[in-house]
């Protein structure tokens, strides 16, 4: 779909109406279509965006008015958001629309759109139940109408935009409420994944220009700002992808860090699994910023062998899923043992690992991490250094420089900034090594961000926030945590003048 237009028009009942029409409002309303469309006309500063949304209408509504306030208009696309009304005047006013008849004014209004030469939206009426009753109106009503939008969507080939997965995802972890209060009409949060969708499916516009995390009519200005791409360890969220996707894309990340999922890591994915995780993915419209790998993460007198096989693996769920990064590690030298005294055969590991990872045209990122030979900015310098190549770069974690007692920006960044490619967002503090949201600890990160910026850094900057649970293979942080994890990196780089997308 994109291509460009020069008038957009979205219409519908409530959900696009957004009190557009109460006293002072503003013409586009207070809900998605004003996300809508400031994204689109960052993108496309000649388009006009129109909102015809009325409280209230159903289908036959819309098909009352539709020669007036739509096709008159002359909208080279029509969006529409309809059904919610017809199921709910079923119930609350003993006034039913059959399917059938929703579906056949439903084609109608699609083609006679099509015959005046627009292109057209159709968007997934949704439900999301706040009171036992709505779960009925949902199932038995609302669910069969929103599949006969998708049969006209088909039937006519408009653009079908999904949004009742997304919507149940963020709801079945943060609560029905913060998405859509009375289960109907959207909250800030629930509008701003509606938006989201509608340009993450449509193409018009950047899904990462709307403020994350759902602040409603608040829209970053991406003209004079540096951008970064924001990403997340999904398993640090939940242990299905489809609630990782939903949450990240709600924060307004457009990326995915995969590790594990339904509760596998990825390098043990077999093809169907991992086939299965990427349709996923690319049902929520997202893309993998990289794999990350176990690898590395065992003591150093390991056969490399074993290491060069699960890159093999983690390198083949990487072509599959569309990324060039693969995170690594650097062994365990074991306890008590001084890690100098591994470096040959660390770097020995390193250069076959590398060797592979030239060969399949990967970057293998080094992470920084406790307990590893590569904890330290000398030892991780070393390693990087040795090899010099392009295939081998820097993941850098402020928390866990913290964790070994090391001052990020002070005594690692310049030793390191010629590698750094990937940043990891997590902080920590000092004095325990507890792990705090960015910017709350001792991990120097509005530094870092700021000469980040000030160098032209255009690369991923991926949450991991450990806020809940630490291991030797991972963390945890679950949706709430994740929320506030983001909410304070957002807060941090919108200071610093650093656009999220």
Not at 60 to 78: I, S
């Amino acid at each position: 779909m994109p291509t460009r237009h020069r008038r957009i028009l979205l219409i519908g009942d409530s959900v696009t109406d957004a009190a557009r029409r109460e006293p002072h409002a503003p013409p586009l309303g207070l809900g998605y279509p004003a996300l809508v469309a400031e994204a689109v006309r960052l993108a496309h500063p000649q388009t006009e965006v129109l909102n015809a949304g009325i409280s209230g209408d159903r289908a036959r509504d819309l098909a009352a008015r539709w020669q007036d306030d739509c096709l008159a208009v002359g909208a080279d696309l029509v969006s529409i958001l309809v059904g919610v009304n017809d199921t709910w005047r079923r119930y609350d006013s003993a006034d039913p629309t059959s399917v059938e008849s929703f579906e056949s004014t439903l084609l109608g209004l699609v083609q006679d759109a099509q015959r005046s030469g627009s292109q057209v939206v159709l968007m997934e009426p949704f439900l999301v139940p706040v009171r036992k009753e709505q779960h009925r109106w949902l199932h038995e009503d609302l669910a069969p109408r929103a599949a006969a939008v998708r049969r006209v969507a088909e039937r006519t080939g408009t653009t079908f935009v999904p949004l009742q997965a997304a919507l149940d995802a963020v709801a079945a972890h943060l609560g029905a409420e913060t998405v859509a209060a009375d289960g109907v009409h959207p909250t800030a949060l629930g509008h701003a994944i509606v938006a989201r969708r509608w340009l993450t499916v449509t193409g018009l516009g950047d899904p990462g220009a709307i403020e994350p995390l759902g602040v409603a009519r608040r829209v970053r200005d991406t003209t004079q700002r540096p951008a970064w791409t924001l990403s997340g360890f999904g398993d640090e969220i939940d242990d299905d992808p489809r609630v990782q996707c939903a949450v990240l894309n709600a924060l307004g990340a457009s990326h995915i860090e995969v590790r594990s999922a339904w509760g596998t890591n990825v390098v043990d994915m077999d093809e169907a699994r991992l086939d299965e995780l990427g349709r996923v993915i690319e049902e929520h419209a997202m893309r993998v910023s990289a794999i990350a790998s176990p690898i590395g993460k065992v003591p150093v007198g390991f056969p490399v062998t074993h290491e060069v096989g699960r890159l093999a693996a983690a390198i083949r769920a990487a072509h599959r899923l569309g990324t060039r990064y693969v995170r690594v590690f650097s062994f365990y030298p074991g306890a008590g043992v001084d890690p100098d005294s591994v470096r040959d055969a660390v770097v020995a590991h390193f250069e076959a690992l590398v060797e592979l990872a030239a060969r399949e045209d990967i970057v293998l990122l080094h992470e920084n991490e406790k307990e590893i030979f590569g904890d330290i900015p000398r030892r991780i310098n070393d390693i990087v250094s040795t090899l010099s190549s392009p295939h081998l770069r820097v993941a850098w974690d402020p928390a866990n420089f913290v964790q070994v007692g090391v001052r990020p920006y002070s005594e690692a960044y310049p030793l390191l900034a010629p590698y750094l490619e990937y940043l990891q967002v997590k902080d920590a503090l000092r004095a325990d090594g507890s792990v705090v949201p960015a910017g709350l600890g001792d991990g120097e990160i509005v530094q870092t961000v700021r000469a980040l910026r000030d160098s032209g850094y255009t690369g991923f900057a991926s949450l991991e926030p450990h806020l809940a649970a630490a291991f030797s293979q991972g963390g945890f942080s679950g949706p709430d945590a994740f929320g506030q994890a983001a909410r304070a990196f957002a807060g941090l780089t919108d200071a610093e003048g650093v656009h999220l997308r």
